[in-house]
């Protein structure tokens, strides 16, 4: 059995000291927004369409990416993050389906949440996590770990 692999872009929104999250109806967890990577697309472009779909808002990235001279090139956002996410694992343990996730932090100039594309969850399905409700919460580790690194971020670039 062969693994499939999709390339996604996810992006940890910040506005005034804390990260939007939303619940995952299929997952059952809260997650950041984020997406499949389109074939016309760029990973950090998709990662800021999804934030626009699923939110509404205009994210800027944080991007500490450095320049680079290059005639026939351009230099494109560094993800804070790339991890490898199994989707589908079978009974047997092989894995069928996985996830190449870009994860990038941005921020937001609202906490208004109102979703822009078809059939995303609705704005009360987000909530916004500040450090202290982070750390106290039973989110995924790596969620909190992220989140936590996407405020520090936003806090260093002010």
């Given at each position: 059995?062969?693994?499939?692999?999709?390339?996604?872009?996810?992006?940890?929104?910040?506005?005034?000291?804390?990260?939007?999250?939303?619940?995952?109806?299929?997952?059952?967890?809260?997650?950041?927004?984020?997406?499949?990577?389109?074939?016309?697309?760029?990973?950090?472009?998709?990662?800021?369409?999804?934030?626009?779909?699923?939110?509404?808002?205009?994210?800027?990235?944080?991007d500490?990416?450095?320049?680079?001279?290059?005639?026939?090139?351009?230099?494109?956002?560094?993800?804070?993050?790339?991890?490898?996410?199994?989707?589908?694992?079978?009974?047997?343990?092989?894995?069928?389906?996985?996830?190449?996730?870009?994860?990038?932090?941005?921020?937001?100039?609202?906490?208004?949440?109102?979703?822009?594309?078809?059939?995303?969850?609705?704005?009360?399905?987000?909530?916004?996590?500040?450090?202290?409700a982070?750390?106290?919460?039973?989110?995924?580790?790596?969620?909190?770990?992220?989140?936590?690194?996407?405020?520090?971020a936003?806090?260093?670039?002010?």
């Amino acid at each position: 059995m062969e693994t499939t692999r999709h390339f996604t872009a996810t992006v940890y929104i910040v506005n005034d000291g804390a990260v939007a999250l939303h619940r995952h109806e299929r997952l059952g967890i809260r997650v950041p927004p984020g997406g499949h990577v389109d074939r016309d697309e760029l990973p950090h472009e998709a990662g800021l369409r999804e934030v626009r779909e699923e939110t509404g808002l205009v994210a800027e990235l944080l991007d500490e990416t450095d320049p680079v001279a290059a005639p026939a090139g351009t230099v494109l956002p560094n993800p804070r993050r790339q991890m490898l996410y199994d989707i589908d694992v079978r009974e047997d343990g092989r894995v069928g389906h996985q996830h190449i996730d870009h994860v990038y932090y941005a921020t937001v100039d609202s906490r208004e949440v109102d979703p822009a594309g078809d059939d995303e969850a609705g704005a009360a399905a987000w909530e916004w996590y500040d450090a202290e409700a982070l750390r106290e919460s039973d989110l995924d580790a790596d969620t909190v770990q992220f989140s936590l690194e996407a405020i520090d971020a936003a806090d260093r670039a002010d």
